[in-house]
Structure formats: C-alpha cells, structure tokens
C-alpha cells in the first residue's frame, strides 16, 4: 500500500512539474545563428512552436523595436509562407553608412499558403537584421501567433526585473560585446582554429627542413663513403700488383 501511494504521488508531482514547466518551452523566442554582437550584423531565428493539439499555426507578426530601430531587416524566403515587410516613417533619421534614414521595418508579417504549422511542430523564420545597437544589452520583439481555428496568442510581455516570467512572455535577443575591430566578422573560435592551423603549418615546414638536412646529410656521406672505397680499392689493386711483380723478380 506504501509503494502504491508513494508510486501515485510521484506520478502527480511529474505530471504538475510537466504542468508547470511547459509553457516556459512553449512560448515564440528568438536567438542569434551564431553571434549578435553590438554594432554588428546577425542572423536571427524566431521559433515557433505550434502549443495546440487541434489547430496549426497559419500566421506570425514579429513587430521590430523603435527605440533602437534596425536600418536593416531582410526576412529569408521560406517555402510555404507569404511575407510581408512593413516600414514606417521615423520621428528622428538615423545614419547608415552616411545616408539618412527616414523610414525603416517595423513589421514583418509570414502567411502560411499551406498548412502552417501542424500540430507537435515547430518552425523557424530566419532574418538578417543590423546594425545592431551599441547602447542596449538586449533587443524586445513582440510576437503575435495566429491559429488555424482563428485563435490569437499575443507575445507581448516583457519581462520586469525581479519578477516571475510572464504567461506570454515577449521574444528577446541578447547582444554580445563588440569585437575588438568593431565588426562581428569572426569569432574565438575561428581565431583558435586559424592559430592551430598555422602552428601546424611551422611544425611542418620545420618537420620537412630537418629531412632535407637529413637527407642532404646522409648523401654527403655516402659520397664520401664511396670515395674512400675507391681509394682504398685502388691501392689494394697496386699493392697486389706490386707484391706480384716482387716474387716473380724473386
């Protein structure tokens, strides 16, 4: 009877965590495919999960940040979905590469011209976005997530320090520091890999220098080797001549 009850309880308590912690995997976020460095161009991917079991998701706006506006925002053509970009016109222009800009993309909207997103799927919808700011931490997209059955799940909420997470919670983007150059080109990585790369290289050349003096070396003495032996036949061919001649004289 103990083990059944301790067997029921413990069922409950996973099937409450399961509960709990659901909605915290759930929700449309977005991360960086690689790096989004400060002042830099990234690749982003907004991830959409589909949370219900009886409709598919046909429709997603991702609504860009005005406070720190994005003077570029290319959406990557996806296959089954219509995009719309929407710009609008800014209260102060910002400078790209020293042309004024007086309008940027505040919108981008994907239509499934499908089935969407079924359900027990997710999706994601990659754009190419920069320069990012220099003076933020973090970038807030706010989503809306559109169902098949005309149901509508705003991601809007932004997270309030101290604070729980909120029910639907608004996708944010973390910035990593600017490199070192000012332009999010490389990484740790690649610089280790390059560095390998060339410490190998030296070991190489260095591998084959010491072959060829090897090598240069070991000629050198069979030469030497060979002309000793020929020197030391020759006297011993004149040595047997000579004894020759002495004991027919004899």
């Known amino acids: 009877m103990k083990a059944s009850r301790l067997a029921a309880a413990g069922a409950v308590a996973a099937s409450a965590v399961v509960v709990l912690s659901s909605?915290?995997?759930a929700h449309v976020s977005v991360q960086p495919e690689g790096?989004?460095?400060?002042g830099g161009y990234a690749v982003v991917d907004f991830k959409v999960p589909n949370e219900?079991?009886?409709?598919?998701?046909?429709?997603?706006?991702?609504?860009?940040p005005t406070d720190h506006p994005l003077s570029s925002?290319?959406?990557?053509?996806?296959?089954?979905w219509d995009i719309k970009i929407t710009k609008s016109k800014l209260d102060k222009p910002i400078d790209n590469h020293g042309e004024q800009l007086t309008e940027v993309v505040t919108k981008v909207t994907w239509t499934a011209t499908g089935k969407g997103i079924e359900p027990g799927y997710f999706e994601k919808f990659p754009v190419s976005v920069g320069a990012l700011?220099?003076?933020?931490?973090?970038?807030v997209f706010k989503a809306i997530q559109t169902y098949s059955n005309k149901e509508v799940v705003r991601w809007i909420e932004e997270q309030q320090e101290g604070a729980e997470e909120p029910e639907n919670p608004a996708p944010v983007l973390a910035l990593s520091a600017a490199a070192e150059d000012g332009h999010a080109h490389g990484s740790t990585a690649t610089a280790e890999a390059t560095d390998d790369a060339s410490e190998e290289a030296s070991d190489a050349e260095a591998a084959s220098s010491q072959s060829t003096v090897a090598a240069d070396s070991s000629d050198t003495t069979a030469r030497v080797l060979g002309v000793v032996g020929i020197v030391v036949g020759v006297v011993g061919v004149a040595y047997g001549v000579l004894a020759g001649r002495r004991r027919t004289d004899a």
Not at 73 to 80: F, K, L, N, S
Not at 133 to 139: I, R, S, T
């Open 35 to 38: 790096a989004a460095a400060k």
């Open 133 to 139: 700011p220099e003076d933020a931490d973090e970038l």
């Open 52 to 64: 219900r079991d009886n409709a598919s998701t046909t429709k997603l706006e991702v609504n860009f």
């Open 23 to 25: 909605p915290a995997f």
């Open 73 to 80: 925002v290319m959406p990557e053509p996806m296959a089954g």
